[in-house]
Each structure stands twice: as C-alpha cells, then as structure tokens.
C-alpha cells in the first residue's frame, strides 16, 4: 500500500470513530467556555513552567511587561513604555492602576522580585534565558531598571515573563496571584484548571464568566467529546485529519491562521556521507515537501524555507530553496562521488538512518521521506523511538539525520541559539555540529547591535549563509488550527496561538440571554 493510501486509509478510521461518537451532548458547566488539551498543566508558576500546556494557563493568569503582536515583535503589556538609553540599560515604565487578583496594585517592587528570582543561584526555574542579565533594580513604583553585562539585542523578549506578587514565593505553582484576566477557581492535576473572569482586568472584563481547561490526553478521543459538544474549543491539539474531517463534515467552526513551529531534518555535518554539501543539497532536491504538505499535513502547513518564521520582521525570502526535482539531485549526488553503482538496479547509492519519533505523524512522514530518498539511490533506515531518547540521541550526536520540530519561534535570536559554532550540546541547541566564521560574526553582531534595521540587514545574510550550507533541510511550517463549536464567537489565532484570546470567547446564545 503507498503511504498516500496508508494515510488516508488512517483517516478513515478515524472519521469512523468519530461518527461512531455520535450524537451531541451539552456540558455541564453552563456557559463556561471547555478548552480540551492534549496535555495536563504542570505549574502555574510562571517562572517555573516552561511546558507548553502550563504557559497557556500562565498567559490567562498573568500579564507581561511586554508581549508579542502578530508581526512578532516587542509591544507593551504592563509597561507603558519600553526605553534603551544605553546599549546595557532597558528602562520600564509601568502602567498605573494594575490590579492583583488579591486587589493589590502592581508595582516595581513585583517586577524586581519576579525578575530577581533568576539571580538567585538556588532558584529552580527558567533562569537560562536570564544569563546576561547583571541587575533589576526599581527606580521609583512604576519604573524599573534593567542592566545587562554585554548588549543584547534580542533581551526584550525575555520580558515576556508573568509577573507574580513580590513575597508569593512557591505558593504560585498551586495557588497563583496573578494580574491577568482570570483568576484560579481549581486545579486538578492531570484533569482540569478552572479560571474565573476577574472583572477588574486593566484590559476589561472577559466576555465569558468561566474557561476550564480540561485534560484529553487520546488525540480520538479529544476529537469524539468535541463532535458530542461536550467540549467548545480546541487549539492546536486535533491531528490534521481530524481537523480535515472537521471542516469536511461543515458542523463546527474552523479557523486558521499561520504559525511559528517550524519543522525540519538535522544533518549531521560530521556524517562522512553529510559532510558533502552537495549530498546535503541533494536530499533536499528528493523530498517532495508539497505532498508532505498536502497529505500528511493535510494542507495545514506551508513549505518552510528556513527556522525564522515569515511573518517575523527578521524573515528573509530570498534565501536558496529546494524545489522537488530528483533528477538535479541525483546529479549533486554524482559530483559527490555517490555514483549509481548498477543503474536502474537496485543498488544504493549510499546508505544513512533517520530518527524520528513513535507519532504516527511523524513515523508516516519519515517513511515518505525514505522512499523518495530511495528513488535518487539513498538508501534510508528509519529508527523510531520515545522522544525522550530521540532528544537524548540528538543532544550526544548519535545520529546521521534525525527530524524534530521547533514550537514558538519567535525571535531572530534562535538562529544563534541553533548555527553558532560555540552553541553545540549541552550549552546551544547547534546539535548538527555548523561551523561558519561569516555566520558567527553576523550573529555576534546583530546580538549586540542597537536598532533592528541593523540587526534586520545582519539577520538576513545569516540566514542566506546558512540556506546554502543546508545544515537542515527546511520541511514545513504549522498552521494554526482551533475548532469549535458552531455558536463559538471570538476565536482569534494569533501567530504563536496564545490562549489571550480566550477572554474575547463567547456563546452566542449567552449574550443573546444577556449572560457574560
């Protein structure tokens, strides 16, 4: 059978299920708006939970200095302005009026605490992302003093941290105090988080007086109690041929929008095969990424051309691209010295492995990758395992190309973090072991440059650099889904598909019975 009909024919199999599910059936929590999640949320503290499921909850709990808009880029939140008076120093001004969901107001003295708590060498939270940052000092109640031990261009993003109360300590992981617009109700691991409005949000009122966000961990499952209605919103935790089946069938709503994962294949560069750019170039020739796209991802997805998203203002298109094109890769593959040793026999080439994950998904990509790679001579062995030991064989080098997806890219500064020489495991996430002087000193440089024009001018001859050196061949970038019912209102998809939105949802007969 070809992977085309073995996907479509999973499909089928899950459509069946989901008409088995059959008819609807209404919640029983009135008008709460039931967000279901693939996984449970982990800790409510900001400046601990870095899993995806805790930082949805974080972003109803809490608000930010400063957040990401559409463009992926820096705009206030709880500070009213953002100033850089010298290339070490970030100045915050406050907004004034802030409410705690205690009723204290927000002051800096809660900005240095929260920020101060990744100074502390024996606090256990996301303090990495924090190694350049020297002090946090308050100037006066609403504005705060950021210094810095060398200039970073990119450290604003890392102001996109909840702010918790100065003195909460720990107590934040179970029993957060937030200023964002809902506050915690319950929260039972593994099952649910319950969030009531708070009224008093600097933002306005949510449009809805309750969101729960209930734990489905079966990908069916989530599916079926969204078709029975026990559930009204999903977000980009349906499989795309649920989401297909979804928008066949016409019965609930679907929305789309372009989104920041970025999915891709690692070469190892130290591979005696991967070592030749031309072998590099050709097996991005081979993959059809088109029909990835449309089959595997069902078309919510589009080719990607490179790790910076295109919606980014640091995004550059006129970079070397792949088009599907066997015949020029089996012509790179001879200028390597990978001859076809028996023509039209059957023969390879050369052989190498691919890891992959045990995600059906992402077993059915790699096996399509496989055989187009067979079809220009590269033979191809696909080893799947759990994704702790595929990160784990990633980090050490114990692969030869491996596919995984990058979730949230959202600032240039990523292309340091994964193509600097001095970025290798543990220290850097440059797992394919990339080495280009040209591409260090314009990473180094937009680091620490001071305007985003320039780092926009030396962000973009990085990114070409690095196009031509195929250190990953570019697979695709996801697109934001959310499905829900039919008398959902209010369902906005953001680029990196935060869950702010949720404070705009509403019921349609709820606000005809003049009901929040």
Sequence with gaps: MSRRRRARGLAGLTLAALIAGGCGQRRLEGDAIIVGMANPVINLDPRVGADEASQKAHQLLYNTLVRIDDGLRIVPDLAESLERPDPLTYLVRLRHGVLFHNGRELTSADVVYTFRSF???????????????????????????????????????????????????????????????????QFVADDRVVLSAFDPYFGGAPRNHQVVLKVIPDDTMRGLELRKGTIDLIVNDLSPDIVWQFREEGKLNVVTGPGTDYAYIGLNLRSPVLSHPEVRKAIGYAIDRDAIVKYLRRGFATTAVGIVPPMSWAFESNVFDFTYDPAEAKRLLDRAGFSDPDGDGPLPRCRLSIKTSTSEVYRVQAAVIQQNLAKVGIAVDVRSTELATLLGDVVTGAFEMYTLQFVGVTDPDMLRRVFHSKQEPPAGLNRVHYANAEVDRLIESAASAVNDGERHALYTKAQQLIALDVPYVSLWYKTNVAVSQADIRGVRLSPIADFLFLKDVYREESERRGTK
């Excluded at 502390?120 to 996301?126: E, K, Y």
């Excluded at 946090?136 to 918790?164: A, C, H, Q, R, W």
């Design 119 to 185: 100074l502390d060498p024996n606090f256990r939270g996301r303090s990495g992302a924090y190694r350049l940052l020297a002090s946090v000092n308050p100037l006066d109640p609403y504005t705060v003093e950021f210094k810095l031990k060398e200039p970073f261009g990119s450290f604003p993003i890392n102001l996109v941290m909840g702010i918790v109360q100065a003195g909460s300590g720990e107590a934040n992981a179970r029993q957060p105090i937030g200023t964002g617009p809902y506050r915690l109700t």
